[in-house]
């Protein structure tokens, strides 16, 4: 049945403000831990941390619980964030990232046990996942023993949009690394003697396919080095980047386009290449008629939303929970322009949100 009550709008403002305000870059949890840590014992929840940091949470419920999960890390090396918050849009000042990204994640979770709490309403079974270092390869959630979890459905507050928007179907990826070997020379006297690895690594990254490559697929380089001085011909460069498909076949072939260009490069160019390919994590969609996803719809349909079951490009905990056995969706919190000084959250999205997952857990 649905709730008859309403999420409490300033207490889970309050809550958001609280936690963006708390220095938590990838590796650096602990003060975020110990404060969530506390604020679930006093809702009357078992706590533990694990041994990589990871913050799990049950409550004493009979039954087959539902896992909830959001990550307490923030993209890069903000501190010192400042929320403001204006005609009901929470943002900096353009400084520093807000952390909505996922800390409106945490802070939902946080008001849906609360509102049940101050409603007198027995808790459902419920397991809470709240992991670190998500943003730097989601190594939080792989480091989980998944043996510990009773629940088989999951739910990952962790996307941007629509409310009404459900995301079933997410990208495998694969991350490259590159060391091309050239060969120093001086640059104003011998240049010919020289191998220059950067122009290497260029002329690889041009006959590169790149970008938006299909539907499904997507390639980047993000990372490039090299060089000690301007006056050297540069005897190494090094390149990162990443693939990205929910088809594992289109996945391998984008692979083997990118070390085909860095191979045939150094060829050209008498020059020498170390590549290492690393699989970071695995695509997964979930069907409109499995169990989790129904549920999900039924609980939007009685808030009157129209789900809207989508794809994303992201990876997130739910590639590991999935990957793990355990069937998992992510839901939208509302933030926008993530992973930028731009970013923005609506306060209303947030409720929303909180809304839509008190709905489903009860």
Do not use: C, W
């Not at 069907?287 to 009685?302: C, F, G, K, N, T």
């Amino acid at each position: 049945m649905p709730t008859n009550f309403t999420i409490n709008r300033d207490r889970l403002l309050d809550t958001f403000l609280t936690l963006v305000q708390i220095d938590s870059p990838s590796g650096e949890e602990e003060a975020i831990a110990r404060h969530l840590a506390d604020r679930l014992i006093a809702l009357g929840l078992a706590v533990h941390h694990d041994n990589a940091g990871n913050l799990i949470a049950r409550t004493d419920s009979s039954g087959e619980p539902l896992l909830l999960n959001a990550h307490m890390d923030t993209v890069g090396q903000d501190r010192g964030i400042r929320p403001i918050v204006e005609n009901g849009i929470v943002r900096t000042d353009g400084t520093t990232i807000l952390g909505g990204d996922d800390k409106s994640g945490v802070a939902i979770i946080l008001e849906v046990l609360q509102t049940m709490r101050e409603r007198g309403l027995p808790y459902p079974p419920l397991e809470i996942a709240l992991t670190v270092s998500e943003e730097i390869g989601l190594l939080g959630s792989k480091a989980l023993d998944m043996s510990q979890f009773q629940a088989r459905q999951a739910l990952v507050l962790d996307s941007g949009g629509p409310i009404e928007n459900v995301v079933v179907s997410a990208p495998s990826q694969d991350v490259l690394h590159a060391v091309i070997h050239g060969k120093a020379a001086h640059a104003g006297v011998i240049p010919e003697e020289g191998i220059n690895a950067i122009v290497v690594a260029a002329e690889a990254i041009t006959h590169m396919p790149l970008g938006r490559i299909d539907e499904e697929t997507t390639a980047n380089i993000g990372l490039i080095s090299g060089g000690t001085a301007i006056n050297i011909v540069p005897d190494r460069a090094e390149l990162h980047g990443e693939a990205r498909s929910r088809n594992e076949n289109k996945l391998v072939a984008q692979v083997q386009a990118m070390t085909r260009a860095l191979e045939e490069a150094a060829a050209r160019h008498g020059a020498g290449v170390e590549i290492k390919v690393t699989h970071s994590f695995s695509a997964y969609t979930l069907d409109e008629d499995s169990p989790l996803v129904q549920r999900v719809i039924r609980a939007a349909e009685r808030l009157g939303l129209t789900p809207s079951l989508v794809t994303s490009g992201g990876g997130s905990d739910a590639n590991v929970f999935n990957a793990g056995g355990l069937a998992a969706l992510v839901l939208s919190t509302g933030m926008k322009d993530v992973h930028t000084p731009q970013e923005t959250i609506a306060v209303e999205d947030m409720v929303r949100s909180a809304e839509l997952v008190l709905n489903i857990v009860q």
